[in-house]
């Protein structure tokens, strides 16, 4: 019998009767990381790191779940022996290894290699099964160095300093990202936040992540031309709301992996856009892969087909999981954030486009080169005006301010307790 199977709640260890990042509410859980798609509230019991705990408590409220476990070295479970192993990916991200019997599997969660001074760095953990994310898992994906994109962001501040410089960053993970690479820059002057990275922001400081001095975009009255020369990070859907006109001519940036996608860009209103991800990209995913000496490997959301297509290539089993319910790293709005990220209908245009886009004939077209944005991009732009309007209709075009500030609120989740 296997260790772990694909089931429509996510992946199901029988022997242990847990599932792992499960999508809909289940007895017992195990969770890697508490980005929304991952972490989902209303579970009977959940065995999580501290800090991804906490962090869905912050979200969720505190009775997110029947019971809580931190996890806190190896523990048995019906007998299969769990551990967690940091993942890079934010802070409390962990690769969940199961072993029973002599077979080890691990489940990568979403993991990244870069080092990223706001979490724990990823720990190789040798195994027999690996499973892993393929969020930007083709061959074209390659992510810049994130200090030389985080420098075209200080050199645009130097350059236009009459103008608020508003950075698109997720709540969890990539604000704090952002600020810490802002830091390594020498950038002290206070970084101003949109009242939804409140909480998390402080929650990473008072974890010892040290993100400098930070001071709310929260302005009163209203009026225009607010912060100019100063850096504002916003969740993404925030571009598109009234909120983000308060602002001294806004100069709108958005930092995500997708930013290399030329459509995806411009479909977020980006006038700067900032390559920096917390996945691995192609180079990354492969090297893990090697790394790990796993003989088989399991492929979830993401471009499936083109890694286990590689996988197969060096000898390696491989099959796509084709589990449903994970978003990609441009919609891990969160629960809190923005109020789409569990609405179905929100989501449909976006991470339709993400699978989608995998067959390797969209390679060329998807990813615009260095300074062609040729028809190429037609492919994406069949589906842009759709993914555009899926993308925001959760969002940020309800009503003033989006509703965005106000709902990072508990009980957003289908199943949260009320
Ligand atoms: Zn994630
Ligand atoms: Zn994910």
Redesign the pocket.
């Known amino acids: 019998m296997s260790l772990l199977l694909p089931t429509p709640e996510g992946l199901y260890c029988q022997e242990g009767g847990f599932h792992i990042d499960p999508v809909r509410p289940v007895a017992r859980a195990l969770i890697t ?1 508490a ?1 929304a ?2 972490a989902r509230a209303g579970h009977g019991a959940v065995l999580a790191t501290r800090q991804t705990l906490d962090i869905m408590a912050i979200r969720y409220g505190a009775g997110f779940a029947g019971r809580q476990q931190a996890a806190a070295g190896p523990v048995e479970i019906g007998g299969v022996r769990v551990s967690f192993h940091p993942a890079g ?2 802070l409390g ?1 962990a690769q969940i290894r199961l072993e029973r019997g002599g077979t080890r599997v691990v489940v990568s ?2 993991y990244t290699r870069a080092p990223n001074p706001a979490c724990a760095p990823f720990e190789l953990v040798p195994c027999d099964i690996f499973v892993t994310e393929a969020t930007f898992g083709l061959p074209v994906f390659r992510h810049p160095d994130p200090g030389a994109e985080t420098r075209r962001l200080l050199a645009s501040l130097a350059q236009f300093p009459e103008r608020t410089h508003l950075v698109g960053a997720y709540a969890l ?1 990539k604000a704090q990202r952002m600020i810490m690479l802002l830091r390594a820059e020498g950038y002290d002057r206070p970084i101003h936040l949109h009242g939804a990275l409140e909480r998390l922001c402080a929650y990473h400081a008072a974890q010892g992540i040290a993100l400098g001095p930070l001071a709310p975009a929260t302005l009163e009255g209203g009026g225009r031309g607010a912060l100019p020369g100063e850096i504002v990070l916003a969740p993404p859907s925030a571009f598109a709301a009234k909120w983000a006109q308060r602002f001294a001519a806004p100069l709108l940036c958005f930092a995500s992996g997708w930013m290399q996608v030329r459509a995806r860009a411009r479909q977020r209103l980006s006038d700067l856009p900032l390559v920096i991800s ?2 691995c990209d192609w180079p990354a995913l492969t090297r893990t892969i090697t790394e790990t000496g796993a003989g088989e490997v399991w492929v979830t959301h993401g471009a499936e087909d083109a890694l286990v297509h590689w996988c197969r290539t060096q000898g390696l089993e491989a099959r796509p999981l084709r589990l449903v319910g994970y978003e990609d ?1 441009a919609e ?1 709005v969160g629960a809190g954030e923005a109020g789409g990220a569990e609405d179905p209908a929100a989501n449909t245009g976006a991470a339709g486009a993400g699978r989608d886009e995998v067959p390797a004939a969209n390679t060329g077209a998807e990813v615009a080169g260095t300074d062609e944005e040729v028809a190429a991009n037609s492919g994406a732009a069949d589906r842009g005006p759709d993914e555009d309007v899926a993308g925001r209709a959760g969002a940020g075009d309800d009503g003033p301010d989006g509703g965005i500030a106000e709902d990072d609120g508990p009980a957003t989740a289908p199943g949260a307790p009320a």
Request: no cysteine; glycine share 14%; aromatic share 0%.
């Open positions: 990381h980005h798609d991952h990916h934010v991200s969660g979403d993970g917390d996945h790293e891990e």
